[in-house]
């Protein structure tokens, strides 16, 4: 049986593969074992090789919540324009967005804008409050109107200098402790939900020329990385997506665009 987390795996396969198609091949199933999608899964070849009853059980069961600014569009955009990038994706990957419709992946992109804490913006992990994605999450989820819910994802703008180790990492694992699988709020009693959450992690995107050092992309993308690793989460390696070229070198002085000097030019995925 693919179970729900597999299913979630998927989604992230695909929202890293839209990142960077560059040729098809219908082959051997390629995508790596492990919780963790980054370069190694932006391509169209692991996108052509997912197996159909995959993508057709990510389609029917997830409903997914999405939160970002402006850098986190490259997912959703991506996910968006999938369907119509080459013959029969329409319907392999179909997807609606805040209409949900049997058959088409049921994503609500900006899904959590209106329930921020009072005053305060929740507009992506860190604008401008870095804990506050935490109570806006939770009274998305307690809404008796988004019961379906079964996936959210946050998105970063810069992750830059924001402290990942003190609030992000405890954040979502507070999250994960009352709205994932045996979590404290799951269940059928007064304030609890049935549906339980599985919660997908995101690094943040490259800087042009300032990626490496305290408090910088890499070195953020790394500690996060390492805990989704070790907890066995799942987590959409932004970061390692835009500083890999489609032959899978790395550029470490990379931009969010595709742009490095060492490259020469942009190497866009």
Not at 79 to 103: C, H, M, V
Not at 124 to 140: C, H, K, Q, S
Request: hydrophobic fraction near 30%.
């Amino acid at each position: 049986m693919i179970k729900l987390k597999h299913t979630c795996w998927i989604l992230m396969v695909v929202a890293a593969t839209v990142a960077g198609c560059e040729k098809e091949d219908e082959g051997e199933y390629l995508v790596p074992e492990g919780t963790i999608a980054s370069y190694q899964v932006a391509t169209e070849e692991v996108l052509r090789s997912i197996p159909s009853e995959y993508i057709e059980k990510a389609r029917n069961e997830l409903h997914v919540a999405y939160q970002h600014t402006s850098h986190g569009t490259h997912v959703s955009y991506g996910l968006f324009g999938l369907p119509a990038y080459k013959s029969g994706d329409e319907t392999r990957f179909a997807i609606t967005n805040n209409n949900p419709q049997t058959g088409k992946l049921d994503f609500r992109d900006y899904a959590l804008d209106d329930y921020g804490p009072e005053a305060i913006d929740a507009a992506d992990l860190g604008n401008p409050n870095e804990t506050a994605f935490i109570e806006a999450t939770r009274n998305y989820l307690d809404d008796p109107a988004n019961a379906e819910i079964n996936v959210v994802m946050w998105s970063w703008c810069s992750i830059t200098d924001h402290r990942v180790t003190e609030n992000y990492l405890p954040g979502m694992q507070t999250l994960i402790d009352e709205y994932g699988e045996g979590g404290s709020k799951i269940g059928t009693g007064a304030g609890q939900r049935e549906n339980p959450v599985v919660f997908i992690f995101m690094t943040g995107h490259a800087e042009p020329n300032n990626n490496i050092g305290p408090g910088k992309p890499k070195n953020q993308a790394d500690t996060i990385i390492g805990y989704c690793t070790a907890k066995g989460y799942y987590c959409l390696d932004y970061y390692g997506i835009d500083t890999h070229d489609m032959d899978g070198n790395y550029w470490e002085d990379a931009g969010d665009n595709g742009d490095s000097e060492d490259y020469g030019g942009e190497f866009l995925r």
